[in-house]
T-cell receptor, first 116, second 113 residues
Framework: GAVVSQHPSWVICKSGTSVKIECRSL??????MFWYRQFPKQSLMLMAT?????????EQGVEKDKFLINHASLTLSTLTVTSAHPEDSSFYIC????????????FGPGTRLTVL | KQEVTQIPAALSVPEGENLVLNCSFT??????LQWFRQDPGKGLTSLLL?????REQTSGRLNASLDKSSGRSTLYIAASQPGDSATYLC????????????FGAGTQVVVTP
């Protein structure tokens, strides 16, 4: 149980295009989902927290207009990187939790984004 | 602001030796602490979750201790195997943080045959 999937697992795009990454909880309902990014050899940095049916809460320094997050259902959250640039290339990981206060988080396998 | 530090940053041991990985945090008002394993280019696998009221958790060859008052957690891996080679991350969830996890930078472990 407690499986989280991400799609796609990797994506290459041209500079200026938008990319959507999906995060799904497969066998439980995720009230809260989190989006992280990870640069090579570095740890995970929280980008935003999303609760189903409400606007995402972004961490300081994260551009909300560039990283659009939608949590339309209890099993799906999407992250759209708008007008992607090479500096947006990174490993994006989502996690899902069953409680609003945050019980154990279950992590997806990650999405490798490369912007040319 | 909560800061999480992991020492050492990298560790190489021969197969069969026990591994000791350290994690320290500056704010003792935590809800829980979690240890993860990350293989290159992959997501995170949860290893152990210790609630703030607990002193330790065990799973197979893994044992994690928590000393909240001193802001420390230690992950012990007994009788290491080459398959244990990975990066190990600790993360703390602060009280009142709405589930947000603060991660350490990780310890990269290599177990040589």
């Amino acid at each position: 149980g407690a499986v989280v999937s991400q799609h796609p697992s990797w994506v290459i795009c041209k500079s200026g295009t938008s990319v959507k990454i999906e995060c799904r909880s497969l066998d439980f309902q995720a009230t809260t989902m989190f989006w992280y990014r990870q640069f090579p050899k570095q740890s995970l940095m929280l980008m935003a927290t999303s609760n189903e049916g409400s606007k995402a809460t972004y961490e300081q320094g994260v551009e909300k207009d560039k990283f659009l997050i939608n949590h339309a259902s209890l099993t799906l959250s999407t992250l759209t990187v708008t007008s992607a640039h090479p500096e947006d290339s990174s490993f994006y990981i989502c996690s899902a939790s069953t409680g609003t206060g945050g019980n154990e988080q279950f992590f997806g396998p990650g999405t490798r984004l490369t912007v040319l | 602001k909560q800061e999480v530090t992991q020492i050492p940053a990298a560790l190489s041991v021969p197969e069969g030796e026990n591994l000791v990985l350290n994690c320290s945090f500056t704010d003792s008002a935590i809800y829980n602490l979690q240890w993860f394993r990350q293989d290159p280019g992959k997501g995170l696998t949860s290893l152990l979750l210790i609630q703030s009221s607990q002193r330790e958790q065990t799973s197979g060859r893994l044992n994690a201790s928590l000393d909240k008052s001193s802001g420390r957690s230690t992950l012990y891996i007994a009788a290491s195997q080459p398959g244990d080679s990975a990066t190990y991350l600790c993360a703390v969830r602060r009280v009142g943080s709405w589930g947000k996890l603060q991660f350490g930078a990780g310890t990269q472990v290599v177990v040589t045959p």
